[in-house]
């Protein structure tokens, strides 16, 4: 079946990426399609695997401060910022819904 | 001449005799670099810095303290590990001008044992490509389409026109990196592998790729793709060198919590003589549709090498290996989607003007930044992780992932020590040839044979094996046991010294550069 306008709307707000053309529909469609091959496989009683090091101990350090301080440094790669802050424009602000945008999907 | 040689054997004692110096050694490649530039393999050069690193090794060698033996040696890096103080750009918009403020701990390694930085190699974009085409910097070219063996065997056009339409690409994704060590104009480099990034260019260049044991080397600094799978990956022009690189990166980091705990000795590989107590396993499953008769045909004679020398060869079955590609394609989308949920341009990277709102200025950030191919799969990796797909299609995947790991495990339980495979399905295709096909069916097609290694995590290597038809190297792969490094890079160093891989014989390049003729000296180092 074919993604619904409702799907491919709600995607875009979550992945803040766009399909920006019916190409980029066409290549999630194909996306499916392809993983749709896993379901041919009988996976009954079988375990999800999250890593291959799953049978061993995950490392944990001790809990004290071993490096930091570099403000100054990580400030240094961002375009926007006052003081030690990175600016950001106002959030909470949802982009507009499918049918006050300009994009692409508005079109379907 | 000796340079031509191994690290340890002869580049080190050529260093520590005085023979040849770092400074020497550096200002070659970095000429080598200039003269090859039409390969593209190099996205950044460190001229400076890289000179500087060698006259400080030459004191070292000077006083007679050798760090080591990569002490000197000038080695690439792919461009998505993070170099302190040099451009790492993923060859995408997102990261152009972005400067690292720390070493990746491989780097950091490598620079501890004195080695020298000369660039950072090109690669698709945030490695997500099997052709090293789709990066924002141009596509890289396979060195062996200026071989002497590729031009004797191609169909004559008309000169200047047969090179332009007739160059092969390097495969990918780390193909800058597969240039570079086959070009000669450096003596290691290191890549990353998520679904064959680094066997895969290795194959189509002719040099050796491996891809190491999941958890034995850091991964911090590495930009991540799929953190389940990705590991760093090193390219050499021999087997010992691989091992002497291994040796150098290997091991526990506190920075990198999926590296494992235990003690890692680097090794020396022994010269082995006495196969007889091998088992070598051929995965029938591995003669997919698609391999070339060439490849299958050279894969046989590998066996037969094995079998003569007095090898145990047995045919086994690892069943789900046509389910690794899916497998893979959820996995990584989804993985993706999450890794590249990071670049919204506020703290590095490209920002967007856009100021209506921080959604609005994400969304753009990530439309200008991004190309198809990674817009591509964070969508559709978004698309498997809702809340309506989760199970079907990521657990599911998952859960297929068990048992492509489960499948190794058996034919490594029934005695074999090492799988013997192809590692690509053909040599390399002419670049107009590979850009017909988009570039999710050209990785699907292309990471078949290379993949369920990292999905299982499993270490691998190519080793370069013989010429094609079109005087192209085809390479095949050994696929190791969890962390037996030692084992699968001595049985690789058997079969590199069984086939003895012909050197490339890299020809003068004229160039037509806005009318201006360019002669390209030739490449070998006497």
Known sequence: ?108 | AALKGGLRSQVSAALKEGRVTPTELCQRCLALIKSTKFLNAYITVAEETSLKQAEESEERYKRGQPLGILDGIPIAVKDNFNTAGIETTCASNMLKGYISPYNATVVQKLLDQGAVLLGKTNLDEFAMGSGSTDGVFGPVRNPWSYSRQYKEKSIPKSHSEGEELNWVITGGSSGGSAAAVSSFTCFAALGSDTGGSTRNPAAHCGVVGLKPTYGLISRHGLIPLVNSMDVPGILTRCVDDAAVLLGSLAGHDPKDSTTIQDDFKPFELPNLTDVSKLSIGIPKEYHAPGLSSEILALWSKAADLFKNAGAKVVEVSLPHTRYSIVCYHVLCTAEVASNMARFDGLEYGHRSDRTESTESMYAATRREGFNDVVRGRILSGNYFLLKQNYEKYFVKAQKVRRLIANDFVEVFRSGVDVLLTPTTLSDAAPYTEFIQEDNRTRSAQDDILTQAANMAGLPAINVPTALSERGLPVGLQFIGRSFQEKQLLTVAKWFEKQVQFPMIQLEEVKRHDSGVFQHQKSASFS
């Open chain 1, 1 to 108: 079946q074919k993604v619904s306008v409702e799907v491919l709307d709600h995607l875009e707000h979550l992945a803040l990426v766009d399909f920006r053309d019916s190409e980029g529909v066409e290549r999630l469609q194909k996306a499916i399609e392809f993983a749709d091959q896993l379901h041919e496989v009988n996976t009954d009683g079988v375990e999800p695997m999250d890593s291959v090091l799953e049978d061993r101990c995950l490392y944990l350090r001790e809990d004290d401060v071993t490096e930091g301080n570099c403000t100054k440094e990580l400030l240094e790669n961002a375009r926007e910022k006052v003081e030690e802050y990175f600016v950001a424009p106002p959030g909470n602000i949802p982009l507009p819904k499918m049918d006050e945008q300009e994009t692409f999907l508005k079109g379907s």
